[in-house]
T-cell receptor, first 114, second 113 residues
């Protein structure tokens, strides 16, 4: 049973380009969470999604960032017109519904904006 | 709101030394508490958890006790190994505030042979 799969592992974008980060949750998991880790900092919550629904996007920047979790396929975190400050590691996690313990993280996508 | 405060690192120890990494939290209600470990270049792995006051989480020789009176969840290990070198994150999940985790800033542990 594969864990949470994120791709790509490393992504380099020039300023102004778009970045698309993918996350496939564990089999049987219908809840997906995205976190961002800036260099030498802890993880900050961005968005919580269930299939076809955004449940909580309180940690998502209001502009340029969007997330989706379609009925079929992986969850996508999209960053438009990237800037240097977007350089970070982006982690996805998944869980089943009603879990009362920590969920499973992927290995992350390290985005570098040049 | 919710917040987690960890001791700043790096913490440098010799092999077989005793480890304590302090963690305190602020939350309403009765959160669940977690320690995650991040090895270089990897994602976070759940190390241990506790879901109510006085619970002790343990795994791989690590322990942490949920202390509601001091709002703490300190991580301890009696004898560290070089392979324990990693970044350790304390986190809480508050059932009153959705499913997201609130993380501390992380503590880097370096164990020397």
């Amino acid at each position: 049973n594969a864990g949470v799969m994120q791709n790509p592992r490393h992504l380099v974008r020039r300023r102004g380009q778009e970045a698309r980060l993918r996350c496939s949750p564990m089999k049987g998991h219908s809840h997906v969470y995205w976190y961002r880790q800036l260099p030498e900092e802890g993880l900050k919550f961005m968005v919580y999604l269930q299939k076809e629904n955004i449940i909580d996007e309180s940690g998502m920047p209001k502009e340029r960032f969007s997330a989706e979790f379609p009925k079929e396929g992986p969850s996508i975190l999209r960053i438009q017109q990237v800037v240097r400050g977007d350089s970070a590691a982006y982690f996805c996690a998944s869980s089943r519904s009603g879990e009362n313990y920590g969920y499973t993280f992927g290995s992350g996508t390290r985005l570098t904006v040049v | 709101g919710n917040s987690v405060t960890q001791m700043e690192g790096p913490v440098t120890l010799s092999e077989e030394a005793f480890l304590t990494i302090n963690c305190t939290y602020t939350a309403t209600g009765y959160p669940s508490l977690f320690w995650y470990v991040q090895y270089p270049g990897e994602g976070l792995q759940l190390l241990l958890k506790a879901t109510k006051a006085d619970d002790k989480g343990s795994n791989k020789g690590f322990e942490a006790t949920y202390r509601k009176e001091t709002t703490s969840f300190h991580l301890e290990k009696g004898s560290v190994q070089v392979s324990d070198s990693a970044v350790y994150f304390c986190a809480l999940r508050n059932n009153n505030a959705g499913n997201m985790l609130t993380f501390g800033g992380g503590t880097r542990l370096m164990v020397k042979p």
